[in-house]
């Protein structure tokens, strides 16, 4: 019993001489060294910083606002391609962080976008604006001047690494008017199945009022989303493909006048509506049109059936909005 005591209380002195020498060890690298983050960029360290959320967070709203140095307000976004990557170690102390060197490393190769708006006419880029309010005007203003070029101006929302030269809204619609000639054509020759409807790429990614109620035009699954890039394209997609058998029955998404029904290039056999007030919706790769130019439909008249017509790999249909000429996400509004 004496021997199994002494042998407890030998192991219990043991443990408490480890207890202790941790303790020691951990108040001695306490004291020596801190925790820190060593932070690096393409593989070499530029610095260390005590808050890696707190330094990441600087970075992010300097890619998503600018700094106080950024003067231009159209600024949209600053890219920087490569970002820092961080690792928890023990720094002696003494050695100082440098967050606002490392600040300025990142960011010294980010690259300014600026956004703005075109106004075009025909796809030609005539005026800009700074933003989307100034060059709705300009098209209100135009319409209620009733220009003849009307249809054929659309607004570019625009992301460049410069800015134009902004115009204020009189020059603007005064560069963009066109007077109406004394003998005008027949509005049924403007709409022509071989008439001319925009399918510029202009895009935006907003959402704005349609002033008009959709409905979908089939049933199917979406295969194809807005802005998807392909190889089967020459760039970002303007609209929607929802996939459905062949001769599904597509019908009109709103009420309005057909202004377009034919062959449309790329978009193979393709039926366009007018729902007024600059909303256009197109439905593309048509196997058969059934609606005609000048006919008026009301929501969920049958205007075409689904095919493969054009620039197409299988059944579907194309789904494009446009408001004066600029394309808009249809999943903002359908599906």
């Known amino acids: 019993m004496k021997k199994i005591f002494i042998q407890i209380r030998t192991l219990v002195k043991f443990a408490l001489l480890i207890t202790i020498s941790i303790f020691l060890i951990l108040g001695v690298v306490a004291i020596v060294y801190k925790p820190i983050y060593s932070v690096s960029l393409n593989g070499e360290i530029i610095g260390y910083c005590k808050d890696k959320n707190e330094l990441q967070t600087r970075i ?76 709705e005007k300009v098209i209100k203003e135009l319409k209620n001047k009733e220009s003849y070029n009307i249809k054929d101006i659309s607004i570019i929302e625009k992301y460049e690494t410069k800015t134009k030269k902004f115009v204020d809204i009189d020059t603007a619609v005064s560069k963009l008017y066109e007077k109406k000639p004394v003998v005008r054509v027949a509005s049924t020759q403007n709409y022509s199945s071989g008439g001319r409807v925009s399918t510029a790429r202009n895009m935006s990614r907003s959402k704005v009022n349609l002033g008009v109620s959709l409905s979908k035009p089939i049933s199917g699954t979406v295969s194809s989303r807005f802005g998807a890039m392909s190889r089967v394209r020459s760039g970002a ?99």
């Open 60 to 135: 992010n709203n300097y890619m998503e606002h600018g700094d106080e140095s950024t003067e231009n307000s159209n600024l949209a976004f600053i890219s920087i391609d490569k970002l820092p990557s961080y690792k928890m170690c023990l720094l002696k102390r003494g050695i100082n962080t440098n967050d606002d060197e490392i600040f300025k490393t990142v960011v010294k190769n980010g690259v300014s976008y600026y956004k703005y708006y075109a106004i075009s006419d025909d796809d030609d880029e005539k005026v800009y604006v700074s933003d989307f309010e100034t060059a």
């Open 237 to 335: 997609h303007t609209g929607l493909d929802i996939a459905a058998p062949y001769g599904t029955k597509i019908k009109a998404a709103a009420p309005g006048k057909v202004v377009f029904a034919g062959y449309k290039g790329a978009y193979g056999k393709m039926i366009a509506i007018d729902h007024g007030n600059g909303v256009m919706t197109y439905y593309g790769h048509c196997s058969s049109l059934i609606a005609s130019v000048g006919q008026k439909v009301s929501q969920g008249t049958v205007i075409a059936a689904v095919g493969s017509t054009g620039n197409s790999t299988g059944n579907h249909l194309h789904l494009e909005i446009r408001v004066n000429g600029v394309a808009y996400n249809p999943q903002n509004y359908l599906y």
